[in-house]
């Protein structure tokens, strides 16, 4: 059995929330030295699309937003595959996909350092 | 950018050193993705400026028409981070994600952005070397297929081969070779911003764009102000907004209302993309950077034709790589 899956970001020592995780924070320097699991929380929507125009192995169309969360005074964003149709402003939650999109399909080998799974978001 | 990565031909630089017969000239590949003709300049200039080199050939290339555009397009949506990559982003879809918040945001009609590509289109008419020599209104923009909404097939550059070449040497040796037939670089700036995209404190402000435009007109001893002709990297309709904004033509968000009112056609008071830009004359990756310093230079010199600027004193090139990741900034300007 593997563990469930967790949506990671990463707080620094200053408290900067971060997402993707960076070797250092990208608002202070520090080296990050704690974890966030994103899929507890609910986030807005910032920004949308539907592409129509997509990469071999993706979705089509591929439906993406910029979404925000905010945990304890901090801020930090994701971009994400939409599970429905979202405006600005749409409150979602994260929703584990163990496939974003077909592996090797793209320029990308199926293994090797990308990984092919991760979190939608679907209106609340 | 993406020299051999389209073609699966590794070591272009010695390839292309040996087909113009000049071995053992040193030579060397700059990639910085779509800003690498941009980047190639800030390199050649370096090369002179240091004193190492007496005379630098740039030559910006590409050959992407073989390829599908969905492979085209994934090769070039492998430069983002593998946390976007992996959810199909593609940089169309940046530009869907950016210009739907910046409509929002400062309550700009769709019709804006196809004022651009009208614009854009209209300029390619007079080039000779355009990929589309063809002009277009806003309804036909607007009528077009959604490629990432609200972006429509109009708003996109094509996919182009392509090169362009420029020559350096220091000013007194230009002075002697071609009196009449130089420009001068008198400010360059580079900078970079975040990778990822949805890190940017604000996703409508190029923060590349700026820095490296800051940087050029300090260099040069200029402001926006001064600036007779500019060729922006319009890979996307709402680039050119952020562009003219972070560059200093424009108040954030009001980018639309010079378009709108022809300040930025040829005849107006700042062309923007007299070449046609990115949107017409095409978008061969590593060659753009290098056409928008050959269109400036043929401004200059007054050898641009139907779509002579007048006066062209002082132009200005903005290369992007990436979503805006890195940008850098030429200043170039009529020997006085």
């Known amino acids: ?124 | 950018m993406a020299s051999g990565e389209f073609e699966g031909q590794g070591g272009i630089m010695n390839a292309l050193t040996a087909d113009l017969g000049l071995s053992p000239a040193y030579s060397a590949r700059i990639d910085q993705t779509s800003a690498s003709g941009g980047a190639g300049i800030y390199a050649a200039w370096q090369s002179i400026r240091s004193g190492a080199s007496e005379l630098t050939l740039l030559v910006g290339g590409e050959k992407m028409t073989h390829r599908s555009t969905a492979e085209a397009t994934d090769v070039i949506a492998s430069i983002t981070h593998p946390a976007e990559y992996k959810h199909g982003i593609t940089l169309p879809s940046f530009a869907g994600l950016t210009a739907r918040l910046y409509l929002d945001r400062y309550g700009v009609s769709r019709e804006r952005l196809a004022e651009v590509a009208v614009k854009n289109h209209r300029h390619g008419l007079a080039n000779g070397r355009a990929q589309f020599r063809t002009a277009v209104t806003v309804e036909k923009v607007l009528e077009s297929p959604i490629v990432a909404d609200p972006l429509r097939l109009y708003d996109f550059c094509p996919i182009t081969d392509g090169s362009a070449a420029l020559l350096f040497t220091s000013r007194e040796r230009a002075e002697e070779l071609r009196p009449d037939e130089h420009v001068v670089v008198s400010g360059i700036g580079g900078a970079s911003d975040t990778h990822v995209v949805h890190e940017r404190a604000d996703p409508t402000w190029m923060d590349a764009v700026a820095d490296s435009s800051n940087e050029a007109f300090d260099r040069a001893g200029l402001g926006p102000e001064a600036v007779d002709v500019a060729e922006l990297h319009d890979m996307f309709t709402i680039l050119e907004f952020l562009q003219m904004e972070a560059v200093g033509f424009a108040e954030r968000g009001r980018a639309p209302e010079r378009v709108r009112a022809g300040e930025t056609t040829v005849g107006g008071e700042l062309p923007i993309n007299p070449s046609g830009g990115l949107k017409s004359k095409g978008h061969p990756l590593g060659a753009s950077g290098v056409a928008q310093a050959v269109e400036l230079y043929e401004q200059l010199t007054g050898r641009a034709g139907d779509r002579q600027v007048e006066p062209a004193e002082a132009g200005l090139a903005c290369s992007v790589g990436g979503f805006g990741n890195c940008a850098t900034t030429t200043l170039l300007e009529a020997p006085r």
Request: glycine share 8%; charged share 25%; aromatic share 6%.
């Open chain 1, 1 to 124: 059995m593997t563990d469930a899956p967790v949506f990671a970001a990463v707080r620094c020592p200053n408290g900067h929330l971060s997402y993707p995780e960076h070797p250092v924070c990208p608002e202070c320097g520090e080296p990050p030295d704690g974890t966030v699991d994103l899929s507890e929380h609910t986030a807005e929507v910032i920004t949308w699309t539907r592409t129509t125009a997509t990469p071999p192995g993706v979705r089509e169309p591929n439906e993406l937003a910029i979404v925000e969360f905010e945990i304890d005074g901090e801020t930090v964003r994701a971009l994400g595959q939409t599970t429905d149709a979202v405006e600005i402003g749409t409150t979602v939650e994260p929703v584990y996909a163990d496939q974003l999109r077909e592996p090797g399909a793209g320029i990308k080998p199926a293994t090797g350092p990308q990984e092919y799974d991760g979190w939608r978001f679907e209106p609340v």
